[in-house]
């Protein structure tokens, strides 16, 4: 089955700067890699998501990045802001209906005022 | 709000007992979910159903047992849980179709198994 690794577990940035967080996954026929933020005793929310047949999407300060032949896909934060430390988690999965996702273990994002 | 909600919030349940955590979603999606979410593992899918069927079993022990009567609500039913299964239990639905894939989460169950 699909294994998703995820890279770092804590980050720490000062604001203004930017943060990447990446993810591999092991199932090359996945085809759907979505991003969620997760606030502090908040519910996970999608941030951006990117399918198979694309390298990158872009979505203001937001971008993801991916490389199918490494199995391979990153988040970026540019110019980052406090509102945006949370806990990130990448996902692989194939989309068939309903999606079966496999989520990495998440990376702590803090930015320093 | 996102249109998923969770009941209840918060659960403390002995080994012995038997439970029901209930989610429903007013979003009019097809496909609905069930997580498992601790601090050692990061968010672990349990259950898929999509209109009703359920479509993936994530090797969940069998006092787990999940009940999708509608496409709107999805139950839990607990029973003879174990310490290690305390966790915050989250609820998921997306329209399961081609279209958007987000899934949107509930507010979750904390559940604490003493």
């Known amino acids: 089955g699909e294994n998703v690794e995820q890279h770092p577990s804590t980050l720490s940035v000062q604001e203004g700067d930017s943060a990447v967080i990446k993810c591999t996954y092991s199932d090359s026929a996945s085809n759907y890699f979505p991003w969620y933020k997760q606030e502090l005793g908040k519910r996970p929310q999608l941030i951006i998501d990117i399918r198979s047949n694309v390298g990158e999407k872009k979505d203001q300060r937001i971008a993801v990045t991916l490389n199918k032949t490494a199995k391979h896909f990153s988040l970026h934060i540019t110019e980052t802001q406090p509102e945006d430390s949370a806990v990130y988690f990448c996902?692989?999965?194939?989309?068939?209906?309903?999606?079966?996702?496999?989520f990495g273990q998440g990376t702590r994002l803090t930015i320093n005022p | 709000e996102t249109g998923v909600t969770q009941t209840p919030r918060h659960l403390v349940m002995g080994m012995t007992n038997k439970k029901s955590l209930k989610c429903e979603q007013h979003l009019g999606h097809n496909a609905m979910y069930w997580y498992k979410q601790s601090a050692k593992k990061p968010l672990e899918l349990m259950f898929v159903y999509n209109f009703k069927e359920q479509t993936e079993n994530n090797s969940v022990p069998s006092r787990f047992s999940p009940e999708c009567p509608n496409s709107s609500h999805l139950f839990l039913h607990l029973h003879t849980l174990q310490p290690e299964d305390s966790a915050l239990y989250l609820c998921a639905s997306s329209q399961g179709s081609t279209g958007s894939y987000e899934q949107y989460f509930g507010p979750g169950t904390r559940l604490t198994v003493t």
């Open positions: 996902a692989a999965g194939l989309i068939q209906g309903a999606q079966k996702l496999v």
